[in-house]
């Protein structure tokens, strides 16, 4: 594997972790009654999103150019990470909605 597509895999796995890491943090401010500190740190589990994204477009973009790239166990824990991350984020959302709800 090549340092450029290494590269990509950390970013995929670094920010996704990132995000879910937000999402998780947004979970337990809003069980705290702290909604501006919860949208903050949705905010940013989504910024690490894109930035997660832009590392997976650019392996996909290599592919698509017909640059091939050997599928390593990393890759698909990069890419599962990515998934979780999203699904995590998306939850963490309805999660602070409905504490929201109770609080008001």
Known sequence: ???ANLES???LIVNAGNAKSDAMEAIQAAKAG??????EKIKSAEASLVE???S?????TKEAQGEHMTVTLLTVH?????MTAIAFTDLAKEI???HQ???D
């Open 1 to 3: 594997m090549d340092e």
């Open 9 to 11: 895999i950390m970013g």
């Open 34 to 39: 702290k909604f501006d500190e919860a949208a």
């Open 52 to 54: 997660a994204h832009h």
């Open 56 to 60: 997976q477009t650019g392996l996909l």
């Open 78 to 82: 990069s890419q599962d990470h990515l």
């Open 96 to 98: 602070i909605e409905l």
């Open 101 to 103: 709800k109770i609080a």
